[in-house]
DNA sequence: CATAGCCGCCTTTTT
DNA sequence: GGCGGCTATG
């Protein structure tokens, strides 16, 4: 084995073979590639594969691991997969131990959203008041911290806890009856199991006498408890991790996981990985001097190694079609000068930003993909088939009967549903086996008791082929329930080429599975998105949120959008949480430091949001990369507003009055000379960063 | 029962 | 601007 490649802070961490291991690396330190040498000398230093389990943040950044392990010319076998595929498959192994069954659904937000819906229903409620996106939001943090339905209900004491509780437990009530799991689930099942089944817990800890967890920053509780668990007979946990570049928060992540790792495991080594391979020292210094205003961290520096380059360059412009095409020219001209296209990205804060970005690409020609998962699994067809097959293993997953029972027609319409529904309540039966037993249904009449038994006979054809591999069974599902037919008639060429990339990743299931059954490729394809999707190899200018941008690098990067309510976002509450604040220069902070050679980071003067051109303001996060960046020369004929006074500086809590805005108080006030930007909490209640210059604020 | 068209609702980031 | 759900019509 070489090690060449390493630094010796590099090599200790991975060398150092038995005991809690804390690796504290900044970007570009190579920690990844920590992980995967280790993985490849403890191979060499006897351990089984099999023992072995190394847990990512994405599958995208599974598959690079393994492909990278094996170039290292270790045997494969050492388990390597984000916590929720590992806990899909613990949880499909162990599910008589679980108290569930092994054919469970993985529900997405989708699927959610409509259960959610559901149970906001069942409790009568007005979804007015009770947002559902809210609801499961609220669910989704409590299943964060492994708190059940029926523990919330108990220590519910105020009515919004009350009712939340009542939510909840229907929510998780129609997840069961459908025999469904959602992401959270995953975790939260997985954890109790390995904490109330000491067998079990026993078991998976010495099947996995290492384990190696990337990206620690951003585990969350459940998924903490869940790595405890598995190293409980050992202690050999290797984590690495950047508290700077935590980046899902709101996601549940817990950055304590890190900062307190050395107080769960007291006999922890720690290494600091400081040195940057990846970035220029001009990069890297404004990265520095962005992070460095974050309070709540602990120093870290970012350690050149390579020559000083380029300057980063900040650009205005004059509206975001302008930004577009400006970025799309030069890529044009960087392609010109043979400027390979899969080393150049671009990243923006919100999804509806690349479609501005995707249109001047497409005006100059330019081969980019958009990296974002939703894409492909949100279809329709895709969608549909998947439902179908899903049915097949869980006919009691109603979201997913509901969706095809009628899809392609066959006319099974709302009042005969409605009456199997009726029929299904009062035996206490599910769905589907209340279709089954369709003939006893004495307010249905014999047509649509025909149409449906056409229907349960169909389901029951396909499952009788379970066994034959997944990919022949998509074809043959597709062919035969009638929607290739339909997408035909339709002649919708779109949706048959999505079908048909679904069947061929299917045949590639079979093809890379010693034992592919359905319910496994199900089970895993749910937990498949995004980043998972990006093809280096197809040469084109990658197109992704700066969430996205996570764990990779680009010879050649663009930042968009550096403007207040977009970056930070408006909706992080930036000035009443300073906490999410820091979050938002965070994932600034992982954006620029994914940059190897060039950066450019732009604004638009006026950008167009929901169809309104408003008047931006540049980003704070600008003016704190500091005096090196003088503000471009702004073209007054913008501007149809007089103007007005200059900064004379405002006073936290003072009272002001805006034109249209009304009376409100000054919450911030940030003193950068000309562009000043004062923060004001109106009395409508809306909170806005204001450019003083512009705003015409009077003193009250 | 199917379809088209309209209205109202939401719109940060994602495993 | 986009989607889901509802309604009116065939």
């Known amino acids: 084995m070489q090690y060449d490649q390493l630094t010796p802070s590099q090599r200790k961490a991975v060398f150092h073979h038995e005991g809690p291991l804390l690796v ?58 984000t916590f929720h595929s590992l806990c899909a498959r613990t949880l499909r192994t162990y599910a008589r131990q679980a108290d569930i069954s092994d054919s469970f659904s993985v529900y997405d937000a989708a699927d959610q959203a409509r259960c ?47 009712t939340l509780a009542e939510i909840y437990g229907r929510y998780q009530n129609i997840l069961n009856e459908n025999n469904a799991l959602d992401f959270d689930d995953l975790l939260m099942k997985t954890s109790s199991l390995l904490e109330n089944c000491p067998d079990v817990c026993e078991k998976l800890s010495n099947r996995f006498k290492f384990l190696l967890i990337d990206e620690y920053q951003d585990t969350n509780h459940a998924q903490y408890r869940v790595a405890k668990a598995l190293v409980s007979h050992h202690g050999n946990i290797c984590v690495t991790g950047d508290p700077d570049q935590s980046i899902y928060r709101w996601r549940g992540a817990d950055i304590r996981n890190i900062l307190d790792f050395e107080n769960d495991w007291p006999d922890a080594v720690v290494v600091k990985l400081e040195e940057n391979f990846r970035s220029t020292p001009n990069i890297l210094s404004i990265a520095d001097q962005l992070i460095a205003c974050n309070q709540s961290r602990k120093q870290k520096k970012l350690v050149p190694t390579i020559p000083p380059g380029k300057d980063v ?64 699994y949100s279809r329709k067809e895709i969608r549909d088939l998947l439902a179908y097959l899903k049915i097949l293993v869980n006919p009691d997953d109603e979201i997913a009967l509901m969706r095809i029972i009628n ?72 062919c035969d329930c009638g929607l290739e037919k339909s997408l035909k008639t339709a002649e919708d060429s779109t949706a048959i080429e999505n079908v048909n990339e679904l069947i061929n990743a299917a045949h590639e299931y079979d093809k890379q599975t010693e034992n592919p059954l359905l319910v496994d490729y199900l089970q895993q394809i749910s937990l498949f998105s995004d980043v998972d999707a990006y093809d280096t190899a197809k040469g084109t200018v990658a197109l992704m949120t700066l969430h996205a941008a996570k764990g990779l690098e680009f010879e050649n990067v663009f930042i968009v959008g550096l403007e207040e309510g977009l970056l930070p976002h408006e909706r992080s509450n930036v000035d009443e949480d300073n906490e999410q604040l820091e979050e938002e220069r965070r994932i600034f902070f992982v954006g620029i430091t994914r940059a190897k050679t060039n950066l450019q980071i732009s604004y638009a003067q006026y950008r167009t949001i929901r169809g309104q051109l408003l008047r931006t303001i540049p980003s704070r996060f600008l003016f704190e990369l500091g ?70 604020l009077s003193i009250v």
Request: charged share 25%; net charge positive; hydrophobic share 40%.
């Open 116 to 162: 959610i819906k559901q149970a906001v229903k069942l409790c009568e409620l007005d979804t007015t008041n009770f947002p559902p996106a809210r609801m499961l939001d609220a669910i989704s943090t409590l299943k964060n911290k492994l708190i059940d339905a029926e523990t919330f209900k108990h220590d519910a004491d105020d009515f919004f806890s009350k």
């Open 407 to 478: 899809t392609p027609a066959r006319g099974i319409g709302k009042t005969t549903l409605n009456k199997v529904r009726n029929h299904a309540a009062s035996r206490n039966i599910t769905f589907y086996k209340a279709l089954k037993d369709a003939a006893n249904i004495k307010s249905l009449s014999n047509a649509p008791k025909a149409k449906i038994a056409v229907f349960v006979s169909l389901i029951e054809q396909f499952q009788k082929e379970l066994s034959g591999g997944v990919g022949p069974l998509a074809e043959r599902v597709f």
């Open 627 to 696: 005096a090196q960046f003088s503000e471009p020369a702004e073209e007054s004929r913008h501007y149809d507003y007089g103007t007005s006074q200059v900064a004379s500086g405002f006073k936290i809590g003072q009272l002001v009055q805006h034109n249209s805005f009304g009376l409100g108080r000054v919450k911030n006030f940030v003193d950068v000379g000309e562009n000043s930007i004062v923060v004001v909490k109106f009395n409508t209640g809306q909170t806005k960063s204001l450019m003083v210059k512009y705003a015409n």
């Open 313 to 376: 360059s900040i650009e205005p412009f004059e509206d975001e079609r302008h930004e577009a095409d400006a970025i799309a020219q030069q890529i044009s001209q960087l392609a010109d000068r043979k400027v390979a296209l899969s080393s150049i990205a671009v990243f923006y804060r919100v999804n509806a930003m690349s479609r501005t970005l995707e249109e001047a690409f497409i005006r100059h020609k330019i081969p980019y993909q958009i990296v974002r998962g939703v894409e492909f």
């Open 24 to 81: 504290i690396a900044g970007p570009g330190s190579g920690k990844t590639r920590v992980i995967t040498y280790r993985i490849a000398s403890l191979i060499d230093s006897g351990i089984a594969p099999y023992n072995i389990c190394a847990i990512t943040f994405t599958n995208k950044a599974a598959e690079e691991m393994r492909q990278r392990a094996y170039a290292l010319g270790t045997s494969p076998g050492a388990h390597i997969s």
